[in-house]
């Protein structure tokens, strides 16, 4: 028995040697693209370094772009030059423009391959995200929907209650005429409806309306919904008073204490709280409500997508998205921005952000919110950045009160029916 | 060795070859730069111009006058090309005769002549995307130090860069105030040049007063830089871009859409590469015959050699 003993582990210690061998591949380097170094440099820094640790043999490369914009070009731009990242993180809106021209690949193998998704905390809803042309072209990294900013010492002065807020748009719009009613150049509120169609969506996902039709043949908001939709951002026009502000002029004002109450995406948190430092006492709070059972939101954010084709370099680059966007990933990103985690252990496990949600309190509206927040919308075709803009132009004579809201939509729905693909 | 070589080359060539050897070798450089930089890259966007390509999409097809075609029928393209034609028509007459009279004034200073022309000329060299958000700051709505005098004064206090009645108009007064100083400095340097004598004979020969000197000696002769002015102006006012991306992004509601950034709106937001390529062709277009026809129509009626 000893002489086998010994004689099986005689035989057993070479193949005992030989297998971190094999494992512990040759030093592999990959380049990582991804886009606002200044919301996210910090977050892919931490979760870098704690990489670095259990791989020590992958080094990475960083290749940045200040927007998800010149991100989009470059990665179209390497890709017709065959020059691709690795691993590019890019907005969930642009995803399925890759997913659509074979840029991206499906994760779901190497996700099942790790065992069921669910358990490695990628819930159904959370693949969603990064689910577009018809598989899995991402995997979610970070996520945001809209929340409300508040300045806490205009509301009190125009006699609300910064501890109860309303929590209907009617609400908030009545709030937002008495803070504008103080004078001395106060705005009441600002609702960030320009850029994109992204807070637009908000609206009309909150009255539980949709883009397009199920089969995406035809557009699905021409209908109550949108005109609701349009006929809210009319209403805090002439009875919020909302004035026809930039997104930069309007955060301006916001953190210079001259703007009651302001809508837009829970990513600038850090960078708000930042700006109006001690100027006034800053709260965060859910959207307001429109349709308690059926209303839905947003979800903004960033995505990765594994482009690598070099065989080492995309077992590396998955290596790296998979701990990224793991339990431990996740809750590096979340203190290091103001975006919601994108993993469901780390959202149930109080051991991973339990702390930082106490004392950071500003961070959790968002998170309050994920339960309703279902994918961005990405319109199909080639179009999909021009009709975005469509809407937006649209939603302009809105808020200039050059046109009603019944004049609007079924111009806006003729224009963008123009732009979708047209198919047999 | 080498020595050897270079007399035994030497003989064959004579000097004059040696010489046109010398000045090709000497022009290499800038040709290869100008061959590199622009021509081979203005080439490759009039063969664009001439396709469908879209970054990403697969190999582009050869379409002829499609884009061209789409082009005249294209809504956004027309209030773009309405919008910069107006803020042309802002912006190049202002420039000049503000540069004009600027000249005028620090020219007849007697003292401070180079402390205003600097003062004046600060603005083209700074960085305009630099400059934008100083404008940003200026023209705030509600934060900014404009409509706070306003608003002491009890006047209406517009949305400078986010109304579509004065986008155009505000950026119109960024674009003067950056031109003004360009202009002022080319008309300083024509009134130089011109000789003193001719206002003494002017004086003999009866002229009275600045108006007098002004209409028959100073205008006429500052033709030729007049001309220049005029020219280069319009093409400054022309290439608008920088404050249009940094400060409204064509808004609201296409307002504030210039050629340019609906070039590159439509090559690098909608990666319609082939279309903006044919935009860029037009405008390459109209730059070069705006130069030609003012060169051609006016150097006879401005020349006084």
Redesign the interface.
Known sequence: MPFALSRRAALALPAALAVPVVRAQAPVTITVHYAQPFIFKESYDAIAEAFAKREPNIRIEWLTTPNY?EGM?L???Q??TNQLPDLSYQGFNRLR??AE?G?AQDLLPLLRAEGDPAALGYTPGILALAHFGGFQSGLAYAASNPITYYNADLVRRAGGDPDAMPTDWAGHIRLAARIKALGD???GMFFRW?GDDWMFSALLFGHGGRMLTKDERDIAFAGREGLESLRLIDAMVKQGGM????T??AQ??FA?G??GLFYWTTAVVRGTIQQVGSNFALRTGPMPVIDAAKGRLPTGGAAGMLTARDPAKRDAAWKFLRFSTSAEGTALMVQNTGYVPMNQIAIDDPRFLGAFYRDNPLYTAAVRQVPISIPWYAFPG??S??VT?TM???I??V??Q?ATPDQVLPDMAAEVRRLLPRRA | MSLALGTAARPRLSAGAMEALAGWALMLPATIAFLAMLLLPTLATVLLAFTDY????AAPAWIGLANFADMLTDRGLRTSARNTLAYVGIVAPASVLGGLGLALLVEAGARGRAFFRAVFFLPVVSLSVAMASAW??LL????GPL??EL?ALGLPTP?W????DTVLLSLAAIGIWENIGFTMVLFMAGLTAIPRELYAAAAVDGARGAWDRFRLVTWPLLGPTTLFVVVISLVRALRVFDTVAV??QG????ASEVLLWTMY?EG????RLGYSAAITLVFLVVVLALMALQTRVLDRRVHYG
């Not at chain 2, 879209?54 to 999409?57: I, P």
């Open positions: 914009e070009q990665i179209l731009r890709a017709a423009l890759f021209r840029i150049g106060n705005e320009s004035a026809n502000l930039s930069q002029a301006q004002a210079a001259k703007l080639a179009n950045v021009r803009q937006v132009d649209n302009a004579r808020v200039e050059r | 879209e970054l990403g999409a940003q700051y705030h709505p509600t934060i409509n706070a608003r949305f860069l986010s109304s579509s400060l409204t808004g609201p509601n296409k709106q690098f937001t909608y990666l």
